[in-house]
């Protein structure tokens, strides 16, 4: 069994140093802290914290796993999730997430946090799997396209979101739809993507493989997918376009500008989450509204609510939405 001697030694300090880093004291260097994490993880030592808990205060800390911290709609959010922790007097920790770096978001938290929020990031089983065995709850804002059952989420409803939105554009004589979504397979926004694909099949709507366009979420990598489909075919198959966020519905909008290819006279456009740069294009654009500060506020009311034992994981918590029409999207003229 691997003890905090063997951590001390194998890092090269002391076992008080070892202690001063598991309970979580400001005495220790930075990168002495980092050593050990690092040892700690390296000999799979795994000390009690939920029975360390008990004995001694939490961190008042909270760990938040950002996609991109220049998206707005992620912006959005945490305003609302400091402005909420702030109340709580409790700290957040903002942490860009990577995919190939994932293991070390169990060094980085180790002993430091008492959840983690998530912003619809797909972990691994075996991440999540580590932190639930810590008594470190973990919740999602947005829903992951691979959920561990011990995650809760928070998201709208999606599927009612893109039914809407069809809906919306059937009844203006739409029936061939296009849609932008992202190449990674496991980003939020594919779960956006397979919701409209089931809404368009309840519909009777039609949409066929090859009017899927892929970028990452970006704005200028949506202009850019826009720009190459319209110098490949300037008559496009379909008459209206559905975004799986803002910034690729206002990259989207811009190639078209740029073409020559009028919105909405010959393609409507409607994005995600109402971020305010979409009020403010020319067309402003239509999309459905995700109240992202009211999200920040709910998930830590429940992630704390979890940590102190106060109420049971929810597992899902729904959100309301609106579409909200502005000019990028009208009647099907052709």
Not at 147 to 153: E, F, G, K, L, M
Not at 203 to 211: K, N, P, R
Request: charged share 20%; aromatic share 8%.
């Amino acid at each position: 069994m691997i003890t905090r001697n063997d951590v001390a030694k194998h890092a090269g300090v002391s076992v008080a140093v070892v202690s001063y880093v598991i309970n979580n004291k400001n005495n220790v260097k930075e990168s002495t802290r980092q050593r050990v994490l690092k040892s700690i993880e390296e000999l799979g030592y795994n000390p009690n914290l939920a029975a360390r808990s008990l004995k001694t205060k939490r961190t008042n800390q909270l760990g938040v796993l950002f996609n991109n911290l220049g998206n707005p709609f992620e912006t959005g959010i945490s305003l609302g999730l400091e402005a909420k922790a702030r109340e709580y007097g409790q700290s957040l920790i903002f942490q860009t997430f990577l995919q190939e770096e994932e293991e070390r978001l169990k060094t980085i938290f180790m002993g430091r946090t008492d959840g983690l929020i998530l912003l619809g990031q797909s972990l691994k089983p075996e991440t999540a799997e580590y932190f639930n065995r810590l008594d470190i709850p973990l919740y999602s804002i947005t829903t992951p396209v691979h959920a561990a059952p011990s995650i809760q989420i928070l998201d709208i409803d999606w599927h009612k979101a893109m039914l809407d939105i069809l809906r919306y554009l059937q009844q203006n004589g739409h029936r061939r739809i296009g849609f932008i979504g992202n190449r990674m397979k496991d980003h939020h926004h594919h779960f956006r993507y397979q919701q409209f694909k089931r809404a368009i099949r309840e519909t009777g709507m039609q949409f066929e493989e090859e009017w899927l366009l892929l970028a990452d979420g970006r704005l200028e990598a949506a202009y850019a997918e826009m720009s190459n489909r319209l110098c490949e075919q300037p008559q496009l198959p379909f008459s209206a376009m559905v975004c799986a966020n803002d910034l690729m519905a206002i990259g989207v909008l811009s190639a078209c500008k740029d073409k020559g290819l009028s919105v909405p006279g010959e393609l409507s456009i409607v994005g995600c989450e109402n971020i305010l740069m979409a009020s403010h294009t020319t067309p402003a654009v239509t999309t459905i509204h995700f109240p992202r500060r009211h999200s920040g506020f709910m998930a830590i009311d429940s992630i704390l609510s979890t940590a102190n034992k106060e109420k049971p994981s929810l597992g899902q918590e729904t959100l309301g939405h609106e579409l909200i029409v502005r000019q990028s999207s009208g009647p099907y003229t052709a």
